[in-house]
């Protein structure tokens, strides 16, 4: 199947990625899958609802190893910023947040994985097959802080001049491999665990306001966003030597 990340496929890509099976997910032959519970789902609207919940009959494992880049994203200034601001306006900057964010990982064919509050964890490489996964992830992830600046601009509006300084969005970035599966016997459904994972999310936590922090792997991936930028050596949280990550702002 062919197509990019800026078309709405008919056939589910990850359906058809990894089976090579054309669920219709839209369009007059995608209505009697629907009957039977067969929707686009909120990971990302070009697979279907059977990536998303039957990953045991798609993969025929609980789990698999497989390479894949591996993002988090998180609202730098939040805490100042919860206190400041009635609920109610604060549900509605993170709900902007989570959706400029899904957008731009859509763009690129990621999947977002899981939402946490003001974070979220998106996957490069599965279940649409991404051949340069981690330029995808690193492409992403600047079209999230292009996109978030409005936002940015709200969220800095009752703040003071010092808080208003650290509000932003923090990003981590690493390609690696990770398990991919169903790790619960009572939520059917798949994410990805391993290091991978654990390297990327400690990169987001060391990410300040606008910056994208990049694992030397996915760098390396992704030569033509990264090439020439700075590096810093971070210590990380379960590594026991420093890490060179390439740094990308919000401005470029």
Same mark, same amino acid.
């Given at each position: /199947?062919?197509?990019?990340?800026?078309?709405?496929?008919?056939?589910?890509?990850?359906?058809?990625? !990894? /089976?090579? /099976?054309?669920? &219709? $997910?839209?369009?007059?032959?995608?209505?009697?899958?629907?009957?039977?519970? %067969?929707?686009?789902?909120?990971?990302?609207?070009?697979?279907?609802?059977?990536?998303?919940?039957?990953?045991?009959?798609?993969?025929?494992?609980?789990?698999?190893?497989?390479?894949?880049?591996?993002?988090?994203?998180?609202?730098?200034?939040? +805490?100042?910023?919860?206190?400041?601001?009635?609920?109610?306006?604060?549900?509605?900057?993170?709900?902007?947040?989570?959706?400029?964010?899904?957008?731009?990982?859509?763009?690129?064919? =990621?999947?977002?994985?899981?939402? /946490?509050?003001?974070?979220?964890?998106?996957?490069?490489?599965?279940?649409?097959? %991404?051949?340069?996964?981690?330029?995808?992830?690193?492409?992403?992830?600047?079209? $999230? !802080?292009?996109?978030?600046?409005?936002?940015?601009?709200?969220?800095?509006? &009752?703040?003071?001049?010092?808080?208003?300084?650290?509000?932003?969005?923090?990003?981590?970035?690493? +390609?690696?491999?990770?398990?991919?599966?169903?790790?619960?016997? $009572?939520?059917?459904?798949?994410?990805?665990? =391993?290091? +991978?994972?654990?390297?990327?999310?400690?990169?987001?936590?060391?990410?300040?306001?606008?910056? $994208?922090?990049?694992?030397?792997?996915?760098?390396?991936?992704? &030569?033509?966003?990264?090439?020439?930028?700075?590096?810093?050596?971070?210590?990380?949280?379960?590594?026991?030597?420093?890490?060179?990550?390439?740094?990308?702002?919000?401005?470029?």
């Amino acid at each position: /199947m062919s197509g990019t990340a800026h078309e709405h496929a008919r056939i589910c890509r990850g359906c058809w990625d !990894q /089976m090579r /099976m054309p669920i &219709p $997910i839209r369009g007059p032959l995608s209505l009697p899958f629907r009957v039977f519970g %067969i929707t686009r789902s909120k990971m990302n609207p070009n697979i279907c609802t059977i990536c998303e919940r039957a990953f045991r009959r798609v993969k025929k494992h609980r789990h698999i190893s497989a390479n894949a880049t591996i993002l988090f994203a998180d609202i730098r200034g939040y +805490t100042s910023l919860s206190g400041r601001i009635d609920a109610i306006a604060l549900s509605d900057i993170v709900s902007a947040f989570q959706d400029q964010c899904a957008q731009g990982i859509w763009a690129h064919d =990621g999947i977002v994985n899981k939402q /946490m509050g003001d974070g979220l964890l998106a996957i490069f490489n599965f279940p649409i097959k %991404i051949e340069r996964h981690a330029e995808a992830a690193v492409a992403a992830a600047l079209d $999230i !802080q292009r996109r978030c600046k409005p936002l940015l601009a709200a969220m800095a509006g &009752p703040l003071d001049l010092a808080a208003a300084d650290t509000a932003g969005i923090g990003v981590g970035v690493h +390609t690696g491999q990770v398990e991919i599966g169903e790790f619960s016997t $009572i939520h059917s459904e798949f994410t990805a665990i =391993g290091s +991978t994972v654990n390297r990327a999310s400690r990169l987001e936590t060391q990410a300040a306001a606008g910056e $994208i922090l990049i694992s030397a792997e996915s760098a390396t991936l992704a &030569p033509g966003l990264t090439a020439g930028t700075p590096t810093r050596r971070l210590t990380l949280k379960g590594v026991d030597h420093p890490v060179l990550a390439h740094v990308l702002t919000a401005g470029g």
